[in-house]
């Protein structure tokens, strides 16, 4: 059994990072992937020639050559102040340079990723110890040390770029400890687990998999830094002054400046060719890893959510007859509101497909339907706060007299301070942890009051939805409150601006059974107060017997059925809409609906 | 507060202490000549003795630290093997350069950083392009090389600063600036492109939370909800990455230093090391990392500042 459940276990790393050959090939495929790979094999190939390349001795001065122009015979790029070929010296630079590189991302490489294997492999006490440890190493002052420490380590560029490693080693530390144990918890290393495989097996087989990736994309952007260190410490002078590397060319060149200002081009050309190259590589390797999807055509920008499009009139709609009906009466009505989002292949997923809907003034309407059938955004889209990518559009959306389409964000804006207002469904994640619960509701009041009155208002909302202790909660931050009390200070900043239409989008599904009942006799109480229409998302057919006038079922992007609650109730006729009803009794936890499709790829 | 402040000062006395300690046993402990380098050549090794002896060199090397230990509690740092002067008279009177072009370039990273990620988060397209610029072209050209291009341009082709030398602020606060300025600029390039991008992926991962949407909902402007709201939730991040670039700041900061001749501890720094000037090479650790350990100190207390959750536990 254990040849099988290592194939499909591999497949599985597989998903996360493409096959080692298939990534290499990617990005030979691509021109910048190509073009980098040629220049860093050509500049490391010049390298290797050395000796059968250059002119003459790269240390060796020439008086009879000091400051020869490029093309002097014998002198490829010409003679630097001491008289010293340069081609001979960016030739040898070239390898000061490339094994400075190999050093510094090779030490960094070799500690990160053995300690960080170890960190997140074992884990306990010993990722503990190894966690604080390269936090402290990352807080060392490296530059200091380096130079200080100049004496012991004999100011070779060698042992100075070994210290740099050392150094830097705190970076794939973190990315490979961060990594494993992210892999580590994933299924196919339980498999391979139970499959009989031993630790150092699993580590190396599976673990090392994914985590090489992104190693080596860290290794070629160390390289740059140990590049650009080890030049910049011979510039100054650290390290014997008589070899030939980019540092001490420039620092030459540097000095020279006025006489032969070209001379400085040379080693600044290729210490950029070099970087650059490493630079592109990473960065193609990165893209290589990341799959197809990275190099998906990019979405063009779409119109923001909160301008909508007028379409064209449709047939006759099952639920237009209903709306209709009563237009006059309505405090809002929607006819043919569709909501799509991109796909990554550039085609668009509809989510809301042509659905019809209407409020009377205090009416109750229950918006039923499970996770991903579309009622969250509906709701959203008559608030106008959809993700960017979303693309609105609908027959008719007015609330009270105005219409939502066509208008610019002022005007919106504008109406959700005061028409029209929302509860969420998590209270946690709806308050800003960075403000006083006070803070937050004034902000929201200040639009149509002074300060003093904002406040006032404020603290008075607060004792109305029943919070016990107004002062001591106006002035406390988020965390410092329970969850049904947040869900009252959400409910206090949605009726604060009287508004005609409350939006509430389960507003106690993430609530203790205890507090919803609470919750929802406090929505009840208000709404009769205030006079609001109300349009109540949930899936909870419980909750809509509670409190609702009328009930609209959704599924898949559509209405499938409306009408008096005791109506449906007593006699639904979809049987989508019997299973939800039928299911009441079966409710033992409560459910919270995933994220607004479309958030994930806005990030 | 109090409690995370204090453990934070644990931590950077920790810190001072392990990278001294390094230090101080890797270059004490290293054997090097330093009274035959004072000396010379010509020196007897009775002489030799003699100043071993003064200095305190002949003595076991954990004695050697303790003594160290001892004075940096009284605020003696020894005094430099060559001149004579008390390291913390030295360091003292170089600190202000040092100063002045961290903090500038410090200001200059923050204060550019915050504004790009800003816009980029808002607008993105042209500033997200800015920076992968400015990103690549910092991983391209060594700092060296860009400096050397700017000294290049602004002083030595447009004259608009001095190339080398400082003006103490007292003497002439726009001389002053001209000859901070160019060196924190510098310092600022490669730290801006990580930290303006950092600034940005917070801030756009802050747009999408719920709580962005119900503040939207009660009609709060789009202004408020992304400098107000928005940033200050997406400060920590972006604290924690500048604390770090600090260190490297610092850092470059010494390197910079000699380039530009300004008399700080970075001058200071590279002339005890070539002469083995082993109490000034000490003081600049000890100096450097303190310097580091306070900036993260203030970055901590203004990060505490700005979240009430760390602010009150």
């Known amino acids: ?42 500049i490391v190939m010049l390298g290797i020639l050395e000796p059968v390349l250059r002119g003459h001795d790269p240390n060796t001065a020439e008086l009879s050559a000091i400051n020869a122009p490029p093309g002097t015979p014998g002198y490829f790029l010409g003679a630097d102040q001491n008289g010293r070929d340069i081609w001979s010296r960016v030739l040898a630079s070239i390898n000061v340079s490339v ?23 074992i884990g306990k006490r010993l990722d503990g110890v190894l966690a604080w440890l390269f936090s402290l190493l990352m807080t060392f002052p490296a530059m200091i040390l380096i130079m200080v420490l100049q004496p012991i380590t004999g100011g070779t560029y060698q042992t100075m770029m070994a210290l740099f490693g050392i150094f830097i080693s705190p970076g794939i530390f973190w990315l490979v400890r961060n990594l494993v144990i992210g892999v580590k918890n994933e299924l196919y290393v339980d498999a391979a687990k139970v499959s009989g495989l031993s630790n150092r097996r699993i580590l190396s087989r599976h673990v090392l998999y994914v985590v090489r990736g992104p190693i080596i994309i860290s290794a070629a952007f160390m390289a740059t830094a140990a590049i650009g260190i080890q030049a910049g410490l011979a510039f100054l002078g650290f390290g014997s002054g008589q070899d030939a590397n980019f540092g001490t060319m420039t620092g030459d060149a540097f000095l020279n400046i006025y006489r032969a200002p070209l001379q400085l081009l040379w080693p600044s050309l290729f210490l950029a060719l070099m970087n650059a190259a490493l630079v592109l590589l990473g960065n193609a390797y990165r893209d290589a890893l990341a799959g197809p999807q990275a190099v998906a055509p990019r979405q063009k920008k779409k119109q923001s959510a909160a301008k909508l499009e007028v379409t064209k009139p449709l047939e006759a709609h099952p639920q237009s007859a209903e709306v209709s009906a009563s237009a006059r009466a309505e405090l809002l009505s929607v006819r043919n509101l569709r909501v799509s989002y991109p796909n990554l292949d550039g085609t668009r997923k509809e989510v809301v497909k042509g659905t019809s809907l209407f409020i009377r003034p205090g009416e109750i309407v229950g918006l039923v339907g499970e996770s991903g059938s579309g009622k969250s955004q509906t709701a959203f889209s008559i608030l106008g706060l959809l993700p960017k990518q979303a693309e609105v559009s609908a027959d008719v959306m007015n609330l009270a007299g105005d219409s939502l389409l066509q208008q610019d964000g002022k005007l919106l804006r504008r109406m959700r301070g005061s028409v029209i207002s929302y509860i969420p469904q998590e209270p946690m994640s709806n308050l800003d942890p960075s403000f006083t619960i006070g803070s937050q509701l004034v902000e929201g009041l200040r639009a149509s009051m002074s300060k003093k009155e904002a406040k006032e208002t404020a603290l008075a909302l607060l004792a109305r939805v029943g919070i016990t202790d107004p002062e001591r909660t106006f002035k406390s931050y988020p965390h410092q409150i329970s969850g049904g009390m947040a869900q009252r200070v959400l409910i206090a900043g949605a009726v604060a601006p009287r508004p005609k239409l409350l939006i509430a989008d389960e507003p106690t599904t993430a609530l203790d059974v205890t507090v919803q009942a609470e919750i929802l006799d406090l929505l009840r109480d208000l709404q009769g107060e205030l006079g609001m229409g109300v349009l109540l998302v949930t899936h909870n057919f419980g909750v809509v017997a509670d409190l609702c006038d009328r009930v609209l079922v959704m599924r898949d992007g559509e209405i499938v059925e409306g009408g008096h609650v005791r109506t449906i109730f007593r006699n639904p006729s979809h049987p989508y809409t019997q299973e939800l009803i039928s299911s009441i009794l079966d409710e033992a936890t409560v459910r919270t609906d995933p994220e607004l499709v479309g958030v994930k790829e806005h990030k | 507060m109090i409690p995370f402040l204090l453990r934070r000062v644990g931590a950077g006395l920790v810190l001072i202490t392990v990278v001294t300690a390094i230090t101080f046993f890797l270059t004490y402990g290293a054997n090097i000549p330093v009274a035959r380098n004072i000396l010379g050549p010509a020196a007897s090794q009775e002489q030799i003795d003699i100043l071993n002896g003064q200095l305190g060199l002949n003595r076991p090397i954990l004695e050697q630290y303790f003594a160290w230990i001892a004075g940096v509690l009284q605020g003696d740092l020894g005094r430099s093997y060559y001149t004579s002067e008390p390291v913390v008279h030295a360091l003292a009177s170089r600190l202000p350069v040092t100063l ?37 072209i910092t991983f391209v050209f060594p700092a060296i090389i860009l400096a050397i291009a700017m000294v290049y341009v602004f002083a030595i082709s447009l004259k608009l600063v001095p190339a080398v030398g400082y003006t103490s602020f007292d003497h002439s606060p726009g001389q002053w600036f001209a000859s901070v300025i160019l060196p924190a600029i510098i310092l600022s390039i490669g730290g801006i492109a990580a930290l303006a991008a950092q600034i940005r992926g917070s801030l756009v991962d802050e747009l999408s939370k719920d709580y962005v949407r119900t503040l939207r909902s009660r009609g709060v402007s789009e202004r408020s909800i992304l400098l107000k709201h928005a940033l200050r939730n997406a400060s920590g991040p972006g604290f924690t990455t500048f ?71």
């Not at chain 2, 903090?103 to 790009?116: D, F, G, N, P, Q």
């Not at chain 2, 390197?255 to 003081?283: H, R, S, V």
């Open chain 1, 99 to 121: 094994i400075s590189a190999l050093i510094g991302s090779g030490v960094a490489v070799a500690i990160g990723s053995i300690f960080g294997l170890i960190s997140g492999y």
């Open chain 1, 1 to 42: 059994m254990t040849t099988p459940s290592i194939g499909q276990t591999t497949d599985v790393g597989a998903a996360n990072a493409p096959k080692r050959i298939g990534a290499f090939r990617r990005i030979i495929s691509t021109p910048l992937g190509l073009f980098s790979v040629i220049i860093l094999l050509s």
């Open chain 2, 100 to 136: 002045s072009v961290v903090l500038l370039s410090a200001a200059i990273t923050l204060t550019v950083s915050i504004w790009l990620g800003v816009v980029g988060a808002a607008r993105g397209g042209v500033v997200d392009a800015i920076l992968q610029g400015i990103s690549t």
């Open chain 2, 243 to 313: 604390s770090l670039q600090f260190i490297s700041l610092f850092g470059a900061s010494l390197f910079i230093e000699k380039i530009f001749a300004l008399p700080g501890y970075g001058t200071y720094g590279f002339n005890a090391t070539m002469q083995f000037d082993l109490p000034a090479m000490l003081g600049v650790t000890l100096f450097g990392v303190g310097l580091v350990v306070v900036m993260n100190l203030v970055i901590d207390i203004a990060s505490g500042w700005l979240n009430p959750k760390v602010r009150m536990s």
